[in-house]
């Protein structure tokens, strides 16, 4: 199993560009979730995802950011126009369709820096 | 709203002795209760799961957790620390009841295992 494939990995742009993430979740899993991790606020949730619905978004900061899942294969976190204050580690996670008690699988992270 | 609380932001451990990282949650009806690593530069990792039945949980990598109703914790303890366990470790939390069952994070503790 490749487990959930983030890209880019690291991404470095200026103020004002249009950044997109990307999310390849587990085959098979229903439920996809997007969190940001900063040193000051911790891991917080953007947006959940369930049979490539957005369930919740009351985590996405503003309406710069925007989240797509247009199959259960692929998910794009898109900021536009990014911020300094954008820069952090952005995650995606599957969860299997097992209700509360399934585990969440994340990925590797894409490391946004924004000039 | 349910809520986690890791009270340590950092524990400190010689390799050999034992390790014990604490959480404690607050929620609705039971709750499912999670652990998950980070090493740097990395995603979370699932560790162990509490879901039902036997308080005791064991999980990945030798680590443990105890679940304790009464006290609402849920610790994760290993029996002796090697320096590879060095990381930071998240308890999260979720609820059984309800429609949608929000993950919540706790703010995580580094764990430094000292040679």
């Known amino acids: 199993d490749a487990g959930v494939i983030q890209s880019p990995r690291h991404e470095v742009t200026e103020m004002g560009q249009e950044v997109t993430l990307r999310c390849k979740p587990i085959s098979g899993h229903n439920s996809l979730f997007w969190y940001r991790q900063t040193m000051m606020r911790g891991l917080e949730l953007l947006i959940y995802f369930n049979n490539n619905v957005p369930i919740d978004d009351s985590g996405m900061p503003e309406d710069r950011f925007s989240a797509k899942m247009p199959n259960a294969s692929f998910s794009t976190l898109k900021i536009q126009p990014s911020e300094p204050r954008d820069s952090a580690v952005y995650f995606c996670?599957?969860?299997?369709?097992?209700?509360?008690?399934?585990?969440?699988?994340f990925g590797e992270g894409s490391r946004l820096t924004v000039l | 709203a349910q809520s986690v609380a890791q009270p340590e932001d950092q524990v400190n451990v010689a390799e050999g002795n034992p390790l014990t990282v604490k959480c404690t949650y607050s929620?609705?009806?039971?709750?499912?209760l999670f652990w998950y690593v980070q090493y740097p530069n990395r995603g979370l990792q699932f560790l162990l799961k509490y879901i039902t039945g036997d308080n005791l949980v064991k999980g990945s990598y030798g680590f443990e957790a105890e679940f304790n109703k009464s006290q609402t914790s849920f610790h994760l303890k290993k029996p002796s620390a090697l320096v590879s366990d060095s990381a930071l470790y998240f308890c999260?939390?979720?609820?059984?009841?309800?429609?949608?069952?929000?993950?919540?994070f706790g703010t995580g503790t580094k764990l430094q295992v000292i040679p």
């Open positions: 929620v609705s009806g039971n709750p499912y």
């Open positions: 999260a939390v979720r609820a059984s009841s309800g429609g949608y069952q929000k993950v919540t």
């Open positions: 996670a599957s969860s299997s369709q097992a209700g509360p008690t399934g585990e969440l699988f």
